[in-house]
């Protein structure tokens, strides 16, 4: 069973427009070559996914997308992932990426914009993220791990109980979702975001279709 999730996206982003100012890539593992070209000393004071407070760094990158076509990739670093799956829903590409240290990394692209995770064996965690100073504008961003946290939900005693027939009609669901591998099954999912949410990402359409992508990816995996 695949897992199709509806956006419905209740604020707009506005974006903030400038120019590129010229610096050098990141050079050190031959990034010539690579997907990313980090450019350093760009000017990153008006790029709004750069103003998020639980940044490690955030710095402008060039995309070479013939690279995504390649059988392999070379992030910054020098850490090289071997392609594994790619899938296109609608408008938008996917493409998962790994190697045997458990290195990962899951991009989503269109129209030449780009968004995704790349998650490191040592719990390093970065992402490529696109902006709209000037035309191709992207940022590789690492973050910080204390911002995720496991969510718990303590159960309120005035939480409704479920009955013995709701508990059997979840259980046959479950065991519906667990033999059956041909009947679709269709989500609807309503996204809820912050104003600063809103304020430091300049793509959120693209933004949650990768999320969407990422957990349809985990929910054919898990099956």
């Not at 050079?27 to 070559?33: E, K, L, P």
């Not at 989503?108 to 040592?122: C, E, H, I, K, L």
Request: proline share 2%; hydrophobic share 35%.
């Amino acid at each position: 069973m695949k897992l199709f999730l509806g956006i419905f996206l209740l604020l707009a982003a506005e974006g903030s427009f400038g120019s590129l100012v010229s610096g050098t890539q990141d050079d050190s593992h031959g990034s010539a070559a690579g997907l990313l070209m980090l450019q350093h000393e760009a000017d990153i004071t008006g790029i709004n996914p750069c103003k998020d407070k639980d940044l490690l760094s955030c710095t402008p990158t060039l995309i070479d997308w013939n690279k995504l076509e390649q059988s392999s990739v070379l992030l910054p670093g020098g850490q090289v992932l071997e392609q594994k799956k790619r899938f296109t829903e609608g408008k938008t590409s996917f493409v998962l990426l790994s190697d045997e240290l458990d290195n990962e990394a899951f991009f989503s692209y269109r129209n030449n914009r780009m968004m995704g995770r790349v998650r490191m064996n040592d719990r390093t965690m970065f992402f490529i993220e696109p902006c709209n100073n000037w035309e191709g504008c992207h940022v590789w961003k690492k973050i910080s791990q204390d911002i995720f946290v496991d969510e718990t939900h303590e159960v309120s005693v005035e939480e409704k109980k479920l009955s013995e027939d709701e508990l059997e009609r979840i259980s046959e669901l479950i065991q519906k979702g667990q033999t059956d591998k041909v009947e679709v099954a269709e989500y609807t999912m309503m996204f809820y975001y912050t104003r600063d949410f809103a304020a430091h990402t300049d793509d959120i359409e693209l933004y949650m279709e990768t999320i969407i992508g990422d957990m349809n990816l985990g929910y054919e995996n898990s099956n």
